[in-house]
């Protein structure tokens, strides 16, 4: 039978979980700060997101632009490694978020003139996605807020012009910008709620526009105030180097059989010294 471990998970929320204990079977390293944890956090399947997309022309016979608002679905993952000293608030790590938002149609009128009336234009956006391309680290306060300052995300969408001037082409960028949230949960899983993100600015491929448009920018400001991440929480697996001396070998191997049936050798986060971790032993053994 596995003996159940009663060592507390890092409490990263400090006040924001003061009635709930987290636990992890790794302890306090040499310094008091303990042990972090991942939560994979998914969109649940009502996030829905807002989108403001203003769309600015730049053609031969001048520039305009115009805004348009639809209610997109939001779905995709975001890691988050969470960790917090023996005092003071903890430290987060976002190391994956990939968030695709569903299809949606925009209007615009631009060139607007008295008794002329407007341009029209259509455009499809399709197969978005927004991608973190390294990984960002936050402070996390007390009451569970965090943002993740100076992202760089890659943003992909398929798209389609349909109006006064047509075309239909694929779009990629990379912005930087902030992505926050508000912690919540409990000993089981945790919840990312209240998210904010920063605008996120695309610029078309001028080889991809049609006749006559010189430049096609796109700006996206997104409400994600009916999003919500949620997901287990899991402890970080220490490795098969126990000992940290860069290789793994009968020192390790020693180790782990020593605590067999304890949490001391656990080597794959399942807080327990077992057979699953011996085998992880001999597979990287020498490395």
């Known amino acids: 039978m596995r003996r159940k471990s009663r060592l507390q998970l890092p409490l990263v929320f400090l006040a924001f979980l003061s009635t709930t204990t987290l636990h992890s079977c790794h302890p306090d390293d040499e310094q008091g700060n303990r042990a972090p944890i991942d939560a994979t956090l998914i969109a649940t399947p009502e996030s829905t997101a807002k989108l403001t997309v203003k769309l600015e022309i730049s053609a031969s016979v001048g520039s305009s632009s115009d805004t348009d608002v639809q209610t997109v679905s939001v779905s995709g993952p975001a890691t988050i490694r969470l960790s917090r000293a023996s005092k003071g608030d903890g430290s987060a790590e976002l190391l994956l978020f990939d968030i695709a938002l569903g299809r949606a149609a925009y209007s615009f009128d631009f060139f607007c003139l008295p008794f002329f009336g407007c341009k029209h234009?259509?455009?499809?956006?399709?197969?978005?996605?927004?991608?973190?391309?390294?990984?960002?680290?936050?402070?996390?306060?007390?009451?569970?807020?965090?943002?993740?300052?100076?992202?760089?995300?890659?943003?992909?969408?398929?798209?389609?012009?349909?109006?006064?001037?047509?075309?239909?082409?694929?779009?990629?960028?990379?912005t930087t910008g902030h992505f926050a949230g508000q912690f919540g949960g409990d000993d089981r899983k945790a919840s990312l709620t209240d998210c904010t993100l920063s605008p996120q600015v695309i610029r078309f491929s001028s080889d991809s526009l049609p006749s006559g448009v010189n430049s096609v920018t796109m700006t996206i400001l997104s409400d994600l105030e009916n999003v919500r991440f949620e997901g287990p929480w899991k402890a970080v697996p220490i490795g098969p180097d126990l000992n940290h001396d860069s290789v793994v070998n009968e020192m390790d191997l020693a180790f782990v059989l020593a605590s067999w049936g304890s949490t001391a050798g656990d080597v794959n986060g399942d807080c327990v010294t077992d057979a699953l971790d011996l085998a992880l032993i001999l597979e990287a053994w020498g490395e």
């Open 121 to 174: 234009l259509d455009l499809s956006l399709e197969n978005f996605h927004m991608a973190l391309t390294r990984r960002v680290s936050s402070v996390v306060g007390s009451d569970g807020p965090t943002v993740f300052e100076g992202g760089e995300y890659f943003v992909s969408a398929d798209y389609t012009l349909a109006g006064f001037t047509t075309g239909k082409s694929a779009s990629v960028a990379t």
